[in-house]
């Protein structure tokens, strides 16, 4: 099988990011699109992002052989209903969404008998939008494709092609398995910058402005994944909740320990564990997922 037509659905930093990495990849791949808000329509529109803004998510999947639907966890069986009248039937239907399980049972539901494979590149910012998304957001990033049992494996190959072409490692993996990784390294981390900031905003005795004006680089660093857009946040911490609230009993654990360790003074306990983390930032940048340049690469002032 081969994609010569895409369908982006949704179009902020994920829907545009794919439609603009066609376009400067020059691919093969006609680009058509919707979004349901008409203001974003019109924005993707003169920003070009794909090639033909629709009016309607029917007409924008029409002869589509790959329909991606790029919006909130908890919209996709809205997404999939809304595009179900228009769809081909050779169609692959896929995703971006943070988590899977819950997706991927939304999909079936909403479109029984379609070609269902979901998939979620691991890439993304702060930014939401249509003024969000860049031509080179996937490049040199993980996309893990979780194919459900019975896949057909020429339209496994065709989605697992596509993401390659645009800049994309692929790995395979079980749905429950990437809902659990995906709460250790994203859906936690966002949980406890949500958290942190909310807390320093809360204390009664450093008035907000001075959280604001004397931010470290700790804070602000976890002011910027708190900046990441609320309601795609709030959709992926209830689609995955169970592998959310089984990793956060392990953190919960974890900080336990560490508040005994600081209690009771315990120097080398500390120092154990920081060494360990530290190893594991090592081990980031070696993968090639973060800059290894002091302060993340921030430029500076003279």
């Not at 919707?34 to 033909?52: F, K």
């Amino acid at each position: 099988m081969t994609i010569r037509r895409v369908a982006i659905i949704g179009l902020g930093l994920l829907g545009g990011s794919i439609g603009l990495a066609v376009k400067a990849r020059s691919l093969a791949i006609a680009t058509t699109g919707w979004d349901r808000d008409p203001a974003v329509r019109a924005r993707a529109a003169e920003r070009g992002l794909v090639e033909t803004v629709c009016a309607t998510a029917e007409d924008a999947v029409a002869a589509a052989d790959l329909v991606i639907l790029c919006v909130p966890v908890g919209a996709m069986g809205d997404a999939a209903r809304a595009i179900a009248p228009g769809l081909a039937p050779h169609a692959i239907i896929s995703d971006v969404g943070s988590s899977k399980e819950a997706v991927a049972t939304a999909l079936a539901e909403a479109l029984p008998g379609a070609c269902i494979i979901p998939a979620h590149p691991v890439a993304g910012t702060e930014q939401s939008g249509p003024d969000a998304g860049f031509a080179t957001l996937f490049a040199g990033r993980w996309c893990i494709i979780t194919p459900p049992e019975g896949c057909d494996p020429t339209q496994l190959e065709a989605l697992s092609a596509f993401w390659t072409a645009l800049g994309s490692k692929v790995e395979l993996m079980d749905a429950a398995h990437h809902d659990l990784v995906l709460a250790v390294t994203s859906h936690i981390p966002h949980l406890i910058a949500y958290t942190i900031v909310g807390t320093a905003s809360d204390l009664e005795d450093v008035t907000q402005s001075e959280v604001i004006k004397y931010s470290a680089g700790g804070f602000r660093d976890f002011t910027r994944i708190a900046a990441s857009d609320p309601v795609m946040w709030r959709d992926v911490f209830l689609s995955n909740k169970g592998a959310v609230l089984e990793m956060l009993g392990r953190f919960t654990e974890d900080l336990t320990a560490m508040q005994r360790a600081i209690r009771s003074a315990d120097g080398d306990a500390l120092f154990d564990l920081f060494t360990r983390t530290r190893a594991i930032r090592r081990q980031v940048i070696e993968q090639g997922q973060d800059d290894e340049r002091p302060d993340f690469g921030r430029e500076h002032g003279a």
